[in-house]
């Protein structure tokens, strides 16, 4: 039998008929359909038992609760805890996120050093062994009595039980110096404990109790001291009797969100809060709307014979003076002070933005000195005294090692470097670093967990642990009124590069040959916190919160230290009683800084005023701004794109806003590109036309770039913290510069 | 379980726009609970995914009397005539009968985008890109709900996967209605100011029905009868004034694009 | 006559072949078996010998979360040592519940990410019995080798085994059309939202 091609033909035909009649085009038709929606590399959840577990933020000094939800042990939500004593159910954006902070891009993973490589940047793994060697070395080499040949370690959350560890090893090296930041919130608390004769111990904002805030550009409804604190302040504002409501006066060049959500909003020119607060003190005197009893008693310097009294300095600061400078009308300063004045107990509050920087020393004395004014410290609503969380050293030790605010150490002083990973929520500018180093050969070794801000300055890397990686201790936030302990426990494994600071520390003491005395507190890092938390529990203080079930007994009912230290690491908090009211020591109204009197004088005056000439050729005045989320040296979470990349709801690095008319009188235009020259150098930004910016300001924001959600930032990326110049007292504030297209 | 005879609900929200700090608390916790991945380098706010968005105002007035207000946008939730589900040539938008939620069903949708075009909110957000999350941050993925894939169009749904989570407790505990309090978007949780309220307004005792009622409530762009199901509130006349002439101002209009 | 009908015939035997193929062949090419990583007797269980009943292995959470398979703690609940003389016993002793491993089951009914259901509000105020949709799953002396489809990783037990799809097991087969039927006989809604997530 032949086959034919028409036989082939009838068979494929006959085939392709019957295939109609199998599931095979109609099952691989919807095969096919379903192929279509399930593409392998889109990622799929984890499944698997969805638990509950309590934890403490320690993103920034906040300490806020967080709820983690967990499938199996991996977080993959954080919220916030209701009825947190300390954050009061909320967490910030930045708190939302932390949950990603493991998994960043940016992380350095094991020790790095840094290194030029054809003239680019690099960092280069290297052994622990090499680092410890090289600090040791360096460590030997520090002349004992040279306090400008110094080793210093900067804790931006002082008051940790791994601070006490710092402390304690600077102690037994040379010209050791501790040194923290000045953490927002408690700018002014620090100039007015430094305003006491005698020591007040630590003090904390009566915000519940108050009737106003006049703040100084201190960003209260946007990540301000403890940010839930704020809020939940903000939510019973609508249902309070209008006549009691807390009134916010937010006294700011720039429009923040706090400026736009305030009672009102006082534009003042650039650099010359000094000459407000001073304009205010002048009318509260001259209307004796001041606590004239309490300023008898107690102030030192509020008259003198010699002509350098506050009452003297103040004299000159009369309403139009004052006017003059911080383009704020006379009536609204009489207006302001008197409203000051008739909603007692008012809390005047210094600070500045967190990318925009810290007032100076003078500033916040002029700010602090109205409180003291007003008779508002001890008393309900006002600056009120709190204990410190109870610890060995400040019962059993006194620190020989000072400590002080980088902006008070000695320019060209620091050999050795060591900057600890907690964050601040302020900006840090390296150039303010880079002058307390000795202009040659210091050594700067980082303990960030990113290779980012501070760090790429870093000479070495010993990356530490990250949020949720390692169990930690979270004191008191600094504007708090109650002292508090809580702990963050470490819900993940951290990876095998990664170096406890505790452990580094103890390290570097044995390879340096000196002795490490904090090895009596445990010799590990959780031995040290529960040794910690028995002190408290000794204390028999204060209340304890647990995560679990949102309660909150006394410490007397816990039943052993053991306890206590388990509901601290499920998300409890520990919470002090009230302090008793402290009787105030003596004060002096302006500060005790020497030449204090001329010092303020010139701070009235104006951060721009010593060479006016200045402004009108450069044209305009930089101001950096920021939110604290995302101006410390850390890192957020990718997530973050939403917020900056993906909307314009925050502002990336390099993103500027100019006034209108301002910008069109300076051939600007809206969303195009433009440089900004100073006397450090240039930079190209984005510039945007907003009609809420002062007329010759530039903002320009202080924030991630676009780069830093998805690599990690060692080069390239310009901050514009590196255009600002660095006044004298170390403030960053405002700075001349050109604006050309 | 008969739906057909159980209580029809009408999810709804109230934002008080006096206590919106612009924070963007609701913008990252809407992006966790709805894996939402983070933005490629190339994305921008044209191109970026934002169930929630949080949008700047300002009452238009020069320097020193400029004042800014944020109003957070995610999907209205319209009610009858609702212009997405009458253009989707694919049924992948409807209108769940039971929630009143607007659902958008990205599996089902061939990413033409007519919904998006016609979504007078901008609420609406494509996948110009596969979702990328970097290395080892997919384990932080909700396993509630399902990622999606480029090519797809994407909106809130209220959470929806939060009510069927109080839907099966509710089964569990043998009630067939929800507790309400079970119920809460992820953005409503996350606002540290409580300026979102959330509930059914269907039932004129509810928080939300309460608040519609008090006065100085209003929803955007109401003069095109959509119905919206998400409603502001504030007792500033120029916040009030703004919300409403967005859809008279084209450079506004411009400005909220998605 | 057979010179007549032969172009007929050809044609015929190319559909007869087709069939073979596409009925027989086809599931075999397109669906992959593996074994389950051990032996389970759901009658031992269940039987007279246990007398457990669904719930008791396959239990809600509080809240209404249904754990599916139990996980190996379960497991080990009863079995910390040997309790009978079966192979798979023994594996399950010293392999899982020694060294608190969860068994890798293949899920015969497992659902694609996108859909979402909920088994308390079909067991608990539907009163759907499991055997519905699970067929006579529970009184199984072995488990069966888990299908998995090439094309789309799902599991046979979705499309249901028996290709057609015609006049099979009422439990047979898990897609939407499956589920949409018997919330149309049963008067619930069919809104996309309530599946799919």
Known sequence: MKISRRDLFKFVGGSAVGAFLTPIPWKLIDDAAIWSQNWSWIPRPLHGEIRTKFTTCTLCPAGCGARVRCVGDQPVMLTGVTRHPVSRGTLCPAGLGGHHLPYHPGRALQPLQRVQKNGKIEFAPVSREAVEAALAAAISRLKPGTPNESIVILDQQPGRTISRVYRRFLESVPNGVYVTTSALGGDTLCVLQEMMEKPYGPVGYDLENTRMILSFGAPLLDGWGTPGRMMEIIKAQGSKDPDYRLKIIQVETRQSRTASFADEW?????????????????????????????????????????????????????????????????????????????????????????????????????????????????????????????????TSHHPTVPEMEIRDVPDHSIRILILDAAESGNALPWALLERKLVPQGALVVSLSSYLTGLTKHAGYIIPAPTYLESIQDVPAPIDATTASF??????????????????????????????????????????????????????????????????????????????????????????????????????????????????????????????????????????????????????????????????????????????????RAFGLTDGGQAWIETEKGAMKVEVRFDAAVMPRVIEAAVGPSVEAFSTAETQGTQNILDLCHLDDDCAWRVTRARVTT | MDTKNKKQH???????????????????????????????????????????????????????????????????QCGEHTPCVSVCPQKAVEVDAASGIVAQIPVRCLGCRYCMTA????????????????????????????PRMRGVVEKCNFCHERLQAARAKAAAEGRDEIDPSDYQPACVEACPTGAITFGDLADPNSEVAQLVQNGHAFRMLETLGTEPKVYYRSDQAWVRQIAQQEVQKPKAKEKVHG | MVVKNRGRLIFLAGVLVMLVVGWFGFPRMLYQKTNQPIQFSHRVHTGDKAGLTCEDCHSFQADGRFNGIPSISKCGGCHVGLLGNSPDEKVLVEKYVATNTEIPWLVYSRQPENAYFSHVQHVRLAKIQCERCHGPHGAGDTLRPYESDRLTSYSRDIWGHSLSRIHSEVWDGKKMDNCASCHEQRGVSNSCLLCHK
């Open chain 2, 10 to 76: 009408r999810y709804g929200m109230v934002i008080d726009l006096d206590k919106c700090t612009g924070c963007g608390a609701c913008m990252v916790a809407c992006a966790v609970e709805n894996n939402i991945p983070p933005a490629t380098a190339k994305a921008t706010d044209r191109t970026g995914i934002t169930w929630v968005r949080v949008y700047k105002f300002d009452n238009g007035l020069p320097f020193p009397n400029n004042r800014s207000a944020y109003i957070p946008m995610p999907c209205q």
């Open chain 1, 486 to 663: 809580s702990l963050s426990s470490a819900l993940l494994t951290a990876p095998a590069g990664v170096t406890e600071p505790f452990e580094w520390v103890k390290r570097l003491a044995s390879v340096a040959g000196v002795p490490f005395v904090e090895e009596a507190q445990g010799s590990t890092y959780e031995a040290q916190l529960k040794n910690r938390v028995e002190t408290i529990y000794r204390a028999k203080r204060g209340t304890v919160f647990s995560s679990g079930d949102g309660k909150t007994v006394p410490i007397a009912e816990i039943s052993s230290a053991d306890q206590l230290w388990k509901l601290l690491s499920e998300g409890g908090c520990w919470i002090d009683s009230k302090a008793e009211t402290k009787p105030m020591p003596n004060f002096s109204l302006l500060g005790k800084t020497k030449d204090n009197f001329e010092r303020l004088q010139v701070a009235g005056q104006g951060r721009l005023s010593r060479e006016p000439g200045l402004v009108a050729a450069f044209g305009f005045i930089l101001m950096p701004f920021g939110w604290r989320g995302a101006t410390g040296n850390g890192q957020i979470s990718p997530l973050m794109t939403k917020l900056f990349q993906e909307s314009g709801l925050r502002k990336l690095s390099g993103q500027t806003a100019v006034n209108p008319e301002t910008g």
């Open chain 1, 266 to 394: 006082v534009a003042i020119n650039p650099g010359t809060e000094a000459a407000f607060a001073l304009g205010l003190a002048h009318v509260l005197i001259h209307e004796n709307l001041y606590d004239q009893d309490l300023i008898r008693r107690k102030a030192i310097d509020f008259r003198k014979k010699d002509g350098r009294a506050y009452l003297n300095l103040v004299e000159q600061f009369t309403p139009e003076y004052a006017a003059g400078i911080s383009g704020i009308a006379p009536d609204r300063i009489i207006a302001t002070a008197r409203t000051l004045a008739q909603n007692a107990p008012a809390i005047v509050i210094g600070g500045g933005d967190p990318g925009g920087g810290p007032l100076g020393k003078e500033e916040e004395t002029a700010i602090a000195g109205l409180n003291l004014l007003l008779g508002g410290i001890g008393r309900p609503g006002g600056i009120v005294a709190r204990r410190e969380v109870p610890d060995i050293m400040s």
């Open chain 2, 119 to 146: 979504c007078p909110y901008h609420a609406r957000y494509f996948n110009w890109w596969d979702p990328v999350w970097p290395a080892g941050m997919e384990k932080t993925l909700n396993p509630d709900v399902s």
